[in-house]
């Protein structure tokens, strides 16, 4: 649908299920915000896209009736995002000024106050997604600015995260949440270094997490299921898998510049991953993937990731096309771990070879069957007549 055709179809409608389906597919309503006399009341202040380039706002005209509007930002460009968020929290705050309900400081400073702790764009990104969803909620319940925080709210927070449904019909877990009311309570911290609240609410506020099962560690036969399955997928899955399969790095870290693999030395290197440019680090290139890199010669990257990366390999593919939901992505940095335990690889060597620079943590990935223990089953153990089992 072209630009002037999108137009056409941004009609005021009191009844939703009417408009053309494009528009349930690529809008978002965060909550309302009534009751002004203004001639721009804004459904909630989110932004949202679904097959249209643009970011896309829903509000309510002065008359009740619901009103669809395109930004005009493009929703693949960071400069797009920038712009469409800065729309919306103007939007936002021009409305709930009208109502007296805004003081100057508002939540619009939060961005900013956030920015020095981005270490990484996919940090940045993944920060603000979080914080949209806060400010969806204070908005949604007449929070609009940090003198209105009480400990109550993180309560509301909680169940008003992990009953409200998705468009995917689940509902967030518990531990989600309670990330979110973290960055919340830094959030709020900052407001007290702005002096716009005397002290921190949440501050005191501890939730126990829920227990979270450990990621295994792949079999052979689920390694060969896999990668028959996608022979058909896009390139980046294919070359994602065998990378993190051979190397045990992260997701985003399969994403290397072709110029960070020094084919005559036989390194990779990987210039920003966890922790960002300063926890860069250089291995020795698997023998298992060189064919794969020197197919790869004249890219920029051996893969471009997508955005949605980790919920499309591990939901759609894993989860609901090969049914093996007990699988992430992430479970091929276990695999790479365990297997180089089982061949005793020296602990320092391992580590080196993943970037782990903390041994529990390290640890933590190792997963022992027990067929590995088997051969291990009567070691130290003290029989009865002091002689050795038959």
């Given at each position: 649908m072209g630009k002037?055709?999108?137009?056409?179809?941004?009609?005021?409608?009191?009844?939703?299920?009417?408009?053309?389906?494009?528009?349930?597919?690529?809008?978002?309503?965060?909550?309302?915000?009534?009751?002004?006399?203004?001639?721009?009341?804004?459904?909630?202040?989110?932004?949202?896209?679904?097959?249209?380039?643009?970011?896309?706002?829903?509000?309510?005209?002065?008359?009740?009736?619901?009103?669809?509007?395109?930004?005009?930002?493009?929703?693949?460009?960071?400069?797009?995002?920038?712009?469409?968020?800065?729309?919306?929290?103007?939007?936002a705050l021009k409305e709930l000024s009208r109502g007296g309900q805004v003081q100057t400081e508002g939540w619009v400073w939060v961005q900013k106050a956030l920015s020095p702790s981005f270490r990484t764009e996919a940090s940045k990104q993944r920060t603000l997604g979080r914080w949209d969803i806060i400010e969806s909620f204070l908005l949604e319940k007449g929070i609009h600015r940090p003198s209105e925080v009480t400990p109550e709210t993180t309560s509301d927070y909680m169940e008003w995260r992990t009953t409200k449904k998705r468009r995917s019909g689940k509902t967030t877990a518990r531990n989600t949440a309670i990330y979110e009311v973290g960055l919340f309570k830094r959030i709020m911290d900052y407001a007290v270094e702005r002096k716009y609240v005397q002290t921190n609410p949440l501050g005191k506020i501890r939730l126990v997490k829920s227990p979270t099962k450990p990621k295994p560690a792949l079999t052979d036969s689920e390694i060969s299921t896999i990668r028959l399955a996608l022979g058909g997928k896009p390139d980046w899955m294919k070359v994602a898998f065998e990378i993190a399969l051979a190397t045990g790095c992260r997701l985003r870290e399969t994403s290397i510049p072709l110029d960070c693999i020094n084919f005559d030395q036989g390194t990779i290197t990987f210039p920003s991953p966890k922790g960002g440019p300063e926890k860069a680090f250089t291995i020795p290139m698997p023998t298992a993937i060189r064919g794969l890199l020197e197919s790869l010669k004249g890219r920029r990257t051996t893969c471009d990731i997508p955005r949605m990366a980790s919920k499309q390999f591990g939901r759609d593919f894993l989860h609901r096309e090969l049914g093996m939901s007990h699988l992430c992505f992430h479970c091929l940095r276990v695999t790479k771990i365990t297997r180089m335990m089982l061949e005793r690889v020296p602990l320092s060597m391992a580590m080196r070879l993943v970037n782990h620079s903390n041994e529990l943590i390290h640890r933590i990935y190792q997963r022992h069957s027990v067929d590995d223990l088997i051969q291990y089953r009567d070691s130290g153990a003290v029989y009865a007549n002091q002689g050795s089992p038959r």
């Open positions: 002037s055709c999108q137009q056409n179809h941004l009609s005021k409608n009191k009844n939703t299920s009417t408009l053309p389906n494009p528009f349930l597919d690529c809008l978002w309503v965060v909550g309302e915000v009534g009751g002004y006399d203004s001639d721009f009341h804004h459904v909630g202040s989110g932004l949202h896209h679904d097959g249209w380039k643009d970011f896309w706002l829903k509000y309510r005209d002065n008359k009740g009736d619901i009103v669809f509007r395109t930004t005009g930002f493009r929703h693949d460009t960071e400069d797009g995002r920038k712009k469409a968020n800065e729309l919306k929290h103007a939007i």
